[in-house]
Nanobody, 126 residues
């Protein structure tokens, strides 16, 4: 089970930190990701992180502003969002999928993930 938190209303230029708490064991074997879905649009990839946390990747529109991280001891993943823009307004979802040992690929598509949270709303006002 994945549970997001940390969303809210913020002015443009502000910051938020999202958290995704996972239940169960062996959190470190799961690749994790953040997606977002704005009204009337498809769910899109935002950022991903490998099970160990050693590999991170981002969609171009958030590079340099967002940072994905994880604390495997706490079974929690984070998304630090800085310099927020109105275009970042969306429901943010965390996702997880078991990552085979030694697999170094990226999980970029919604179909790549089998586990999803319920989402948390992020609204950026101009």
């Amino acid at each position: 089970q994945l549970v997001e938190s940390g969303g809210g209303l913020v002015q443009a230029g502000g910051s938020l930190r999202l958290s995704c708490a996972a239940s169960g064991r062996r959190f470190s074997v799961y690749a994790m990701g953040w997606f977002r879905q704005a009204p009337g649009k498809e769910r899109e990839f935002v950022a991903g992180i490998s099970g160990s946390g050693g590999s991170t990747y981002y969609t171009d529109s958030v590079k340099g502003r967002f940072t994905i991280s994880r604390d495997n001891a706490k079974n929690t993943m984070y998304l630090q969002m800085n310099s927020l823009k109105p275009d970042d307004t969306a429901i943010y979802y965390c996702a997880a999928e078991s990552q085979p040992t030694g697999f170094g690929g990226r999980y970029l598509r919604t179909a790549d993930y089998g586990y999803w949270g319920q989402g948390t709303q992020v609204t950026v006002s101009s």
